[in-house]
Nanobody, 117 residues
Framework: QVQLVESGGGLVQAGGSLRLSCAAS????????MGWYRQAPGKQRELVAK???????IYGDSVKGRFTISRDNAKNTVFLQMSSLKPEDTAVYYC???????????WGQGTQVTVSS
């Protein structure tokens, strides 16, 4: 059974930093894209950042220049380094992993990030 387990969320003051991690277990196929999405109360889930197995990255406009995504392909793990955090970054952050060959599109349980002003 495939599981995505996130860690690293929490409460931080505006201007601070947090690092999120997500480890995928039970994987027996190639993961193409790994990424992070977030959902704030009353809002739709939105892309924060994603990274392909080749290291190509895409960021949401609101986090460009502040967040950095990276991954360890050997460990099926993805990281999100968040800096210069703003109160509007407050949301539940979800890890996502996709495999084209396996037709897999999985989500983690989510981790809360709260940025106080």
């Amino acid at each position: 059974q495939v599981q995505l387990v996130e860690s690293g969320g929490g409460l931080v003051q505006a201007g601070g930093s947090l690092r999120l991690s997500c480890a995928a277990s039970g994987i027996i196929f190639t993961i193409n894209d790994m990424g992070w999405y977030r959902q704030a109360p009353g809002k739709q889930r939105e892309l924060v950042a994603k990274i392909t197995s080749a290291g190509i990255t895409i960021y949401g406009d609101s986090v460009k220049g502040r967040f950095t995504i990276s991954r360890d392909n050997a460990k099926n793990t993805v990281f999100l380094q968040m800096s210069s955090l703003k109160p509007e970054d407050t949301a539940v952050y979800y890890c996502n992993a996709r495999s084209q060959v396996a037709g897999f599109n999985g989500w983690g349980q989510g981790t809360q990030v709260t940025v106080s002003s």
